[in-house]
């Protein structure tokens, strides 16, 4: 089992970044990839950024160019930069770790972009 603790969410105004943490723990060498989801209220979970164990990401139309996900190994630790917040930015951040028949997920952060 891999243990996920996220942090760094809080309340910002719109234009202004958060950094995200997600210290992993456990079986952290079966971990194929790591991300980030997000759930707003009254809408669906959505995918936000996703980083594979070579380094290769990906990210959602919606946060290209403005969020980049990134990896420590040597502290297991994983990052989400958020910059330029809007106000739909404002969701509950979930990180996970996939690995074979298996995904954990952290508790969520809150994130709270103000207009």
């Known amino acids: 089992q891999v243990q996920l603790v996220e942090s760094g969410g809080g309340l910002v105004q719109a234009g202004g970044s958060l950094r995200l943490s997600c210290a992993a723990s456990?079986?952290?060498?079966?971990?194929?990839?790591m991300g980030w989801y997000r759930q707003a209220p009254g809408k669906q979970r959505e995918l936000v950024a996703v980083?594979?164990?070579?380094?290769?990401?990906n990210y959602a139309d919606s946060v290209k160019g403005r969020f980049t996900i990134s990896r420590d190994n040597a502290k297991n630790t994983m990052f989400l930069q958020m910059n330029s917040l809007k106000p739909e930015d404002t969701a509950v951040y979930y990180c996970?770790?996939?690995?074979?028949?298996?995904?954990?997920w952290g508790q969520g952060t809150q994130v709270t972009v103000s207009s």
């Open positions: 996970y770790a996939s690995r074979v028949l298996r995904t954990d």
């Open positions: 980083i594979t164990s070579v380094g290769s990401t």
């Open positions: 456990g079986n952290i060498f079966s971990i194929n990839a």
